[in-house]
């Protein structure tokens, strides 16, 4: 079974956070959330969440993706942490998958992961001088290599369903998606 890694920071987006979290373990990924500090995280939105475990307590090596949630100022407190900066570049090193949504590309191209590469990130976050050689996309959804990338809020679903196609295969993402009814007419 894929196992996932959701750090999550002060001012976390909460759609984004929540979505990751229940599609993926709606298709049997585990999922951990990991504050990065204290047990009980609040989003921009002033929803509260209680956390898994402590970012401290996470080991690298237990995970096969790590996906950061955007939101502000969430996204700066990932960026300004060493230890999700370590871990994303240790993730890459290894050949595993990172990921971000909205505002938290702009981690990725902060800790070196986004060189080269194409990307999307919330409108504003990634510029042309964010990485050296990156490609910015208007795409909801970027997959380059191991580096998966998404817009924001709206996109969560499509971003999800994009993580656990990567991570089980195609038809369990498709399943997931059916379940949710969000291409039926109203």
Known sequence: MARVLVPLAQGFEEVE????????????IEVRTASLAGSQ????????????????DAVAADYD?????GGMPGSDHLKK??????????FAAEG?????I??????????GLLDGREATSFPGFLRDDSA???????????VDGKVVTSRGPGTAIEFSLALIELLVDKEAAD???????????V
């Open 65 to 69: 993706m790590i996906v950061l949630p």
């Open 132 to 142: 050296p050689g990156l490609r910015l996309s208007e795409a909801a959804v970027v």
């Open 81 to 90: 942490d060493a230890r999700v900066v370590a871990l994303l570049r240790q």
């Open 175 to 185: 399943a997931v998606g059916a379940r949710l009814q969000r291409n039926r007419a």
């Open 41 to 56: 995280v609040t989003g921009s939105h002033g929803i509260t969440l209680a956390a898994d475990m402590l970012l401290d």
């Open 102 to 111: 909205c505002a938290a590309p702009g981690v990725l191209a902060h800790a």
């Open 17 to 28: 956070a929540v979505t990751i979290v229940d599609l993926l373990r709606r298709a049997g």
């Open 96 to 100: 595993r998958f990172t990921a971000a």
